[in-house]
Structure formats: structure tokens, C-alpha cells
């Protein structure tokens, strides 16, 4: 794994739902169940992240997702990509600085 800081961890879990269903009028039942789920299994988790499995329910993501990486990983951003056009929900945020401008 790539992220050294994990290393140290004794477990590493990948976790991954996926369902189906035929009838949408289940599909509110089915998500709520897979949140629920979710919910469920939170406490188990040790709040960090693989950064390729986006998860927009996570905590602290800048953190969980980069640790102490992330002030060098601004940096880097401001540098190559000041304009922050290549973004999603949780790419790695400008530094404060930069967004006020």
C-alpha cells in the first residue's frame, strides 16, 4: 500500500457494498438499509482512507485521506493547478489563502 502511515496499521479493511434491485419503489428502503449498514460499521473503521475509495460520508476526508501529506499537497496544488480546475467533492482543498482570492 502505498501510504506509508498505514503501515503500522494491524488490519488494513477494504470495504465495499454493492446491491441491486429491480423495483424502484424499494430503492428508498434499500438505500436507507445500506446506510444503516453503514452506520453500523463506522465504529470499526479507524477513520483513514485509501484516496481512490471516495467517500463522501467520511469525516475529516482531507486527513483521513492524506494525514500529513496534505500542507505539501496544497503547496503542490497551488502550484500546478491554481485555478483548482481539475476538482471533485474531496481533491485536494487550496490552501485558505488562495480560496479568499
Known sequence: MPQLF???APLNIVSNTFAQWTSSSSTSR???????????????????????YIDLDLENWPVAYYKENLPRLSIVEVKY???????????IPLPE???AG
Open 6 to 8: 498505514r503501515t503500522a
Open 81 to 91: 493547478d491554481p485555478a483548482n480546475v481539475f476538482r471533485f467533492a474531496q481533491s
Open 30 to 52: 434499500r438505500v436507507k438499509a445500506i446506510g444503516d449498514l453503514y452506520t453500523a460499521m463506522r465504529p470499526h473503521f479507524p477513520g483513514f482512507s485509501y484516496v481512490n
Open 97 to 99: 489563502i488562495r480560496q
